[in-house]
Antibody, heavy 120, light 106 residues
């Protein structure tokens, strides 16, 4: 069974840092692009970042460029999101997801999410 | 950025009725569109990709169509488990963008 489990969410002060992790199992992790998507409380979905199979290609939404870094460790079957300079509007549930196929960047399988709250 | 506009924001229907949800792209996205379902307190799940291809295990009552830059998700006969929020997403251009969602309620 394909499974994604996020962790690392917490309450953090504005300007602080946090690292989210996503543990993958049940599929060949190293052969898939991966995504991070977030959802602010009571709001819609917002794509955050994508990373290709070996980490050499990464894409970000504009508002997180320079602050967030997506990475992966294929040996550990894990995806990460390093978040620096956190702001109140980064408060959201963060989901990791598998990308459907090469050049087909829909989110095929989702984790249950990890909650990040940015507040003083 | 490709703006995805979903309508209506809320759709009130009865079990057994047909529901049609709309998603319009601000420019051509070919057929690079996906639909997701999200139930309260749960993560989203993939329903349709490529505008009209059902994901594995999705019942045939869910169908997707395309007309130019307008996409429609149709649920032919609503079941109780279909009451949820539905999002569309384009993956033709960076940044990837979602519509604001349509809530299907009784």
């Amino acid at each position: 069974e394909v499974q994604l489990v996020e962790s690392g969410g917490d309450l953090v002060q504005p300007g602080g840092s946090l690292r989210l992790s996503c543990a993958a199992s049940g599929f060949s992790f190293s052969t898939y692009w991966m995504s991070w998507v977030r959802q602010a409380p009571g709001k819609g979905l917002e794509w955050v970042a994508n990373i290709n199979q070996d980490g050499s290609d990464r894409y970000y939404m504009d508002s997180v460029k320079g602050r967030f870094t997506v990475s992966r460790d294929n040996a550990k079957r894990s995806l990460y999101l390093q978040m620096n300079g956190l702001r109140a509007d980064d408060t959201a549930v963060y989901y990791c997801a598998t990308v459907g196929a090469i050049y087909q960047y829909y989110m095929a399988v989702w984790g249950k999410g990890s909650t990040v709250t940015v507040s003083s | 950025e490709v703006v995805m506009t979903q309508s209506p924001a809320t759709l009130s229907v009865s079990p057994g009725e047909r529901a049609a949800l709309s998603c319009r792209a601000s420019q051509s996205i070919i057929s690079n569109l996906a639909w997701y379902q999200q139930k309260p307190g749960q993560a989203p799940s993939l329903l349709i990709y490529g505008a009209s291809t059902r994901a594995t295990g999705i019942p045939a009552r869910f169908s997707g169509t395309k007309s130019g830059t307008e996409f429609t998700l149709t649920i032919s006969s609503l079941q109780s488990e279909d009451f949820a929020v539905y999002f569309c997403q384009q993956y033709n251009n960076w940044p990837l963008t979602f519509g604001g969602g349509t809530k299907v309620e009784i």
